[in-house]
């Protein structure tokens, strides 16, 4: 016989949560565990593969330069990515609902998008220098392309027959937007910001290691010469956290602003009770 | 034998008035065609519809005749190829407004919880939606989905999707509903109950009603008249009166008229071979 426990749903969320939460915690603590006693046990060289301790060591003796270079690189990756936010979703309308836009810039967009991207970083060191706009842009570029293509799609995925209930309305275009496209649009959008949030990290970086003063990218390149691999791993780490950061404030932003999508709630929304 | 009159015709009883019936809708020799590639296919082919002011007409056809095709050019969402159309007293060229619509599907926003579904309609219209809010609480109450009003609609079965896509249509009062099987999505027992609903309301506002569906009962127990449509090519076969004393109610299923009606729009589709007695799948 199975006891049927009843709760609150918002208690049962709750403890959903937490327990979601626990299991990934627990999951990092094992990949470290694992790591470290692999280490140790199979005595691999330091250079090779140190062991977290010693990364960690090595970290927390250089917290400030590394807090320096984190600085320079979140600002490269925040600029290039608000920049790429802004041209692009104000472009994928354009492109969305004007044909003559949809003609003229919608072939070449699709054709830069197959340019590898990354191998136009040592061009911007020619036209711009070694400061901070190649990185910019850099981050911009790589970030640009996902946003207006999934955009594009956002905008032109609703269901035709929405739009003729919108028509028998006498809505006019803005309202029209407003109220329904760009809310039909939103999810779409904020799957090619994810995208956009991820690859502006790999930008910032590679931009750092093509030419750079100052940054994380250039600190890594500077260690990895020095053969201090446990530093190497520390910067690796970090750059993962900023990404992870990143991407979880678009994460945040779309529980705000579209809290009714299936991606934000999960499943159905509704917790079943056994 | 049941009458089948030609237009124009007679009003069916209990109608008030004398007086020569304003038209509300008006098709004339409409056609359809739509081109996929070379194909082309003739989805109306000169249709005649005229709709009385505060009349209920009722449109029943076989899958694919053009029901839905017809309801979308009264509303002016799709061109005719041939042939005009006149809805609420204004030629149709762009979409009407003066209506309220119920399409096939539900087409709810899935970012709007129930109630918010229904008061796009006054925000779209730019109407502040604080103003209906109990009306449409009240409308939605009354089709049972007062204790669903916050939930969304991929939170909501088929059946009450589509029963809030009718309030939504219901909502800024309009002096015309076009109907694409509504009652299309609801089990049994609903669909009885709104059928019985929809006569009240139309009883008691007097709205011009253009109601598609399959179901031969449906059209007969709602309608002042059944238009019957052909297979593809959609043609008017017949237009059958129907004069049942209203409110029809529950009961009206064993009037002796319905059952006449029922029989001879049945024989109509035998005749067509819309409807076959012999199995198609015996010979398989
Ligand atoms: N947008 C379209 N493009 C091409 N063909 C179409 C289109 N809309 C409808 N048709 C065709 O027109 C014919 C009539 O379609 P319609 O939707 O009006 O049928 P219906 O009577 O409403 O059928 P059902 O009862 O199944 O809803 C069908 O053969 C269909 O294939
Ligand atoms: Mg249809």
């Given at each position: 016989?199975?006891?049927?426990?009843?709760?609150?749903?918002?208690?049962?969320?709750?403890?959903?949560?937490?327990?979601?939460?626990?299991?990934?915690?627990?999951?990092?603590?094992?990949?470290?565990?694992?790591?470290?006693?692999?280490?140790?046990?199979?005595?691999?060289?330091?250079?090779?593969?140190?062991?977290?301790?010693?990364?960690?060591?090595?970290?927390?003796?250089?917290w400030?330069?590394?807090?320096?270079?984190?600085?320079?690189?979140?600002?490269?990756?925040?600029a290039?990515?608000?920049?790429?936010?802004?041209?692009?979703?104000?472009?994928?309308?354009?492109?969305?609902?004007?044909?003559?836009?949809?003609?003229?810039?919608?072939?070449?967009?699709v054709?830069?998008?197959?340019?590898?991207?990354?191998?136009?970083?040592?061009?911007?060191?020619?036209?711009?220098?070694?400061?901070?706009?190649?990185?910019?842009?850099?981050?911009?570029?790589?970030?640009?392309?996902?946003?207006?293509?999934?955009?594009?799609?956002?905008?032109?995925?609703?269901?035709p027959?929405?739009?003729?209930?919108?028509?028998?309305?006498?809505?006019?275009?803005?309202?029209?937007?407003?109220?329904?496209?760009?809310?039909h649009?939103?999810?779409?959008?904020?799957?090619?910001?994810?995208?956009?949030?991820?690859?502006?990290?790999?930008?910032?970086?590679v931009?750092?290691?093509?030419?750079?003063?100052?940054?994380?990218?250039?600190?890594?390149?500077?260690?990895?010469?020095?053969?201090?691999?446990?530093?190497?791993?520390?910067?690796?780490?970090?750059?993962?956290?900023?990404?992870?950061?990143?991407?979880?404030?678009?994460?945040?932003?779309?529980?705000?602003?579209?809290?009714?999508?299936?991606?934000?709630?999960?499943?159905?929304?509704?917790?079943?009770?056994? | 034998?049941?009458?089948?009159?030609?237009?124009?015709?007679?009003?069916p009883?209990?109608?008030?008035?004398?007086?020569?019936v304003?038209?509300s809708?008006?098709?004339?020799?409409?056609?359809?065609?739509?081109?996929?590639?070379?194909?082309?296919?003739?989805?109306?082919?000169?249709?005649?519809?005229?709709?009385?002011?505060?009349?209920?007409?009722?449109?029943v056809?076989?899958?694919?005749?053009?029901?839905?095709?017809?309801?979308?050019?009264?509303?002016?969402?799709?061109?005719?190829?041939?042939g005009?159309?006149?809805?609420?007293?204004?030629?149709?060229?762009?979409?009407?407004?003066?209506?309220?619509?119920?399409?096939?599907?539900?087409?709810?926003?899935?970012?709007?919880?129930?109630?918010?579904?229904?008061?796009?309609?006054?925000?779209?219209?730019?109407?502040?939606?604080?103003?209906?809010?109990?009306?449409?609480?009240?409308?939605?109450?009354?089709?049972?989905?007062?204790?669903?009003?916050?939930?969304?609609?991929?939170?909501?079965?088929?059946?009450?999707?589509?029963?809030?896509?009718?309030?939504?249509?219901?909502?800024?009062?309009p002096?015309?509903?076009?109907?694409?099987?509504?009652?299309?999505?609801?089990?049994?027992?609903?669909?009885?109950?709104?059928?019985?609903?929809?006569?009240?309301?139309?009883?008691?506002?007097?709205?011009?009603?253009?109601?598609?569906?399959?179901?031969?009962?449906?059209?007969?127990?709602?309608?002042?008249?059944?238009?019957?449509?052909?297979?593809?090519?959609?043609?008017?076969?017949?237009?059958?009166?129907?004069?049942?004393?209203?409110?029809?109610?529950?009961?009206a299923?064993?009037?002796?008229?319905?059952?006449?009606?029922?029989?001879?729009?049945?024989?109509?589709?035998?005749?067509?071979?819309?409807?076959?007695?012999?199995?198609?799948?015996?010979d398989?």
């Open positions: 016989m199975t006891d049927t426990i009843v709760v609150s749903p918002r208690a049962a969320r709750t403890y959903q949560r937490l327990l979601r939460f626990g299991r990934q915690l627990a999951g990092f603590i094992a990949l470290f565990v694992i790591w470290e006693v692999g280490v140790r046990v199979f005595h691999v060289k330091e250079y090779v593969l140190p062991p977290p301790s010693q990364v960690f060591e090595a970290a927390w003796e250089h400030s330069s590394m807090a320096q270079g984190a600085w320079t690189t979140t600002l490269e990756i925040v290039g990515y608000v920049l790429a936010i802004v041209i692009s979703v104000p472009l994928a309308v354009s492109i969305a609902f004007s044909r003559l836009v949809e003609q003229t810039v919608y072939p070449v967009m054709f830069l998008q197959i340019v590898p991207k990354i191998a136009v970083a040592p061009l911007f060191i020619i036209w711009f220098g070694f400061g901070f706009t190649p990185k910019l842009l850099l981050v911009f570029l790589l970030s640009f392309f996902p946003i207006v293509i999934s955009s594009i799609a956002g905008f032109r995925s609703i269901d027959e929405i739009m003729d209930f919108v028509h028998t309305t006498g809505a006019g275009g803005w309202k029209a937007f407003l109220k329904v496209r760009l809310p649009a939103l999810p779409d959008i904020f799957t090619g910001l994810k995208v956009g949030a991820a690859l502006s990290a790999t930008a910032a970086v931009a750092e290691f093509v030419a750079s003063d100052r940054g994380l990218g250039y600190q890594l390149l500077q260690y990895n010469g020095d053969l201090n691999t446990q530093m190497v791993f520390a910067i690796i780490i970090l750059l993962s956290a900023i990404g992870v950061i990143v991407y979880f404030v678009v994460e945040l932003l779309q529980r705000i602003v579209i809290p009714w999508h299936v991606s934000t709630t999960q499943g159905t929304g509704g917790i079943e009770l056994t | 034998m049941v009458s089948i009159v030609p237009l124009p015709r007679r009003r009883a209990g109608d008030r008035s004398a007086a020569p304003k038209i809708i008006s098709a004339k020799s409409v056609s359809k065609t739509f081109r996929l590639g070379a194909s082309e296919i003739c989805a109306l082919d000169n249709v005649d519809v005229e709709v009385g002011d505060g009349e209920f007409v009722a449109i056809g076989p899958s694919g005749c053009g029901k839905s095709t017809l309801l979308r050019i009264v509303a002016g969402i799709s061109r005719p190829t041939t005009d159309v006149v809805t609420n007293g204004k030629t149709v060229d762009k979409p009407v407004t003066d209506i309220g619509i119920v399409f096939q599907n539900p087409v709810l926003l899935a970012w709007r919880n129930v109630l918010d579904n229904v008061l796009i309609q006054m925000e779209l219209r730019g109407e502040a939606p604080g103003k209906y809010r109990e009306r449409a609480v009240a409308l939605l109450t009354a089709v049972g989905l007062g204790d669903f009003l916050d939930r969304y609609p991929r939170e909501l079965s088929g059946g009450m999707r589509q029963r809030a896509a009718i309030i939504r249509a219901l909502i800024h009062e002096p015309v509903l076009l109907m694409d099987e509504p009652f299309g999505a609801l089990d049994a027992l609903t669909r009885e109950q709104m059928r019985v609903d929809l006569e009240l309301l139309w009883m008691r506002t007097r709205k011009t009603v253009l109601f598609v569906t399959h179901g031969i009962d449906e059209a007969v127990l709602l309608a002042d008249r059944v238009v019957v449509m052909s297979p593809r090519p959609g043609k008017i076969e017949q237009i059958v009166d129907v004069d049942i004393p209203r409110p029809r109610g529950l009961d299923r064993h009037h002796s008229r319905f059952i006449e009606i029922t029989q001879h729009i049945t024989d109509v589709f035998l005749s067509r071979g819309v409807l076959k007695s012999e199995s198609r799948l015996s398989i």
